[in-house]
């Protein structure tokens, strides 16, 4: 996958994050994962980033490498967690226990029925909660891959990829004078 133009696109004072895109973003530097998976992760973590100029970049590189059910179920995965990483982190956070005795009321159908294979679909939710800052939702999602035998490693890069590009969103939409800029334009 070639990184030239987002790599180019980082500003100087995000160097660490230039280097760091093309390990986690290689079949090598995603142990645990295959490159599908790498891909359709990468997708939802840009989304999930909230950066256009990133998002634009990453549909690029990754929009011809998936097929439509990969695509939507990262689309899915970065929506359906955007819902629920609030509702559950309230949860979490406030420490109720009635809240977390209330049904949520509410349509998560995504995740019963993702269309691909429901742990590819676990990881993209894992990467997208881990953005989103969710800690009852990575727990759940952390616990259901690993029951499906993905390795610790293949959960470590799954959230290395997010952790990444969220840093790449922060850094290009922090510089309106750094190269970053320019993909804005």
Same mark, same amino acid.
């Given at each position: 996958?070639?990184?030239?133009?987002?790599?180019?696109?980082?500003?100087?004072?995000?160097?660490?994050?230039?280097?760091? !895109?093309?390990?986690?973003?290689?079949?090598?530097?995603?142990?645990?994962?295959?490159?599908?998976?790498?891909?359709?992760?990468?997708?939802?973590?840009?989304?999930?980033?909230?950066?256009?100029?990133?998002?634009?970049?990453?549909?690029?590189?990754?929009?011809?490498?998936?097929?439509?059910?990969?695509?939507? =179920?990262?689309?899915?995965?970065?929506?359906?967690?955007?819902?629920?990483?609030?509702?559950?982190?309230? !949860?979490?956070?406030?420490?109720?226990?009635?809240?977390?005795?209330?049904?949520?009321?509410?349509?998560?159908? =995504?995740?019963?029925?993702?269309?691909?294979?429901?742990?590819?679909?676990?990881?993209?939710?894992?990467?997208?909660?881990?953005?989103?800052?969710?800690?009852?939702?990575?727990?759940?999602?952390?616990? !259901?891959?690993?029951?499906?035998?993905?390795?610790?490693?293949?959960?470590?890069?799954?959230?290395?990829?997010? =952790?990444?590009?969220?840093?790449?969103?922060?850094?290009?939409?922090?510089?309106?004078?750094?190269?970053?800029?320019?993909?804005?334009?």
């Amino acid at each position: 996958m070639d990184l030239t133009e987002l790599k180019n696109a980082i500003p100087e004072h995000a160097k660490d994050l230039k280097l760091n !895109v093309s390990t986690v973003l290689s079949a090598e530097g995603a142990p645990g994962l295959s490159w599908q998976q790498v891909l359709a992760v990468t997708l939802a973590s840009a989304i999930a980033a909230r950066s256009p100029a990133l998002l634009r970049e990453i549909e690029k590189l990754v929009l011809p490498r998936l097929d439509r059910a990969q695509v939507n =179920a990262a689309r899915a995965a970065a929506a359906i967690m955007a819902m629920n990483n609030i509702y559950y982190r309230f !949860v979490h956070i406030v420490g109720n226990d009635e809240y977390a005795k209330l049904p949520a009321r509410l349509r998560m159908n =995504a995740i019963g029925n993702p269309g691909v294979d429901k742990t590819d679909f676990e990881l993209y939710s894992l990467a997208v909660s881990a953005i989103n800052g969710c800690g009852a939702c990575v727990a759940a999602h952390e616990k !259901v891959v690993r029951k499906a035998g993905v390795t610790a490693e293949g959960v470590q890069s799954a959230v290395r990829i997010a =952790a990444v590009l969220h840093g790449i969103a922060v850094a290009l939409e922090s510089s309106a004078d750094a190269p970053g800029a320019q993909l804005a334009a």
